[in-house]
């Protein structure tokens, strides 16, 4: 009996494929996205307005136009509890739209909240800790934000 060729379908990459910089696609843009506006004087937000929200490392990130941004060495550490999620290649999708790309998706519901939620959560509650920040509060709906920032303050301390 003939055996159909295999087919890769899951990719299971090591812990120090775990990158070592976040993409930013503002760098790569054609042109700059306008500027976040203030909404109570509709002029552009700057540094100032953001700071009672947010430690001054998320508000460079925010704004920044590098194409990496480096991961701290804790968030990255805390990102191999769960990290790299396996890429899954989509065959059925290939085969249902006859297309000769090949289709990936990732699959984040091996993370302890159940999604991609502590990918950002992680670094959120790092930075928060180094600016001296106790305390987080967050809205969540379905809870997955909420239980993804319990665990990066659990992480964090």
């Not at 990459?13 to 054609?30: G, K, M, S, T, V």
């Not at 550490?77 to 990290?83: I, N, P």
């Not at 289709?103 to 999604?115: D, H, L, R, T, W």
């Amino acid at each position: 009996m003939a055996t159909a060729p295999s087919r890769r379908t899951k990719f299971v990459l090591d812990e120090d494929r775990i990158p070592r910089a976040w993409y930013n696609i503002a760098a790569d843009l054609p042109v700059p996205l306008p500027p976040a506006l203030h909404p109570g004087t509709g002029q552009p937000l700057g540094p100032a307005d953001l700071e009672p929200l947010f430690p001054m490392a998320l508000i460079l990130q925010e704004v920044s136009s590098d194409r990496e941004i480096e991961i701290p060495d804790p968030v990255r550490e805390a990102y191999q509890l769960y990290r790299p999620s396996p890429p899954v290649r989509a065959h059925r999708l290939e085969k249902a739209l006859d297309t000769p790309a090949h289709i990936y998706f990732k699959y984040e519901g091996v993370s302890p909240a159940g999604s991609h939620k502590p990918n950002t959560a992680l670094a959120q509650a790092f930075c928060n800790k180094e600016a001296g920040v106790r305390r987080l509060a967050t809205e969540t709906g379905a809870g997955q934000w909420g239980s993804a920032l319990a665990f990066a303050g659990a992480v964090f301390g």
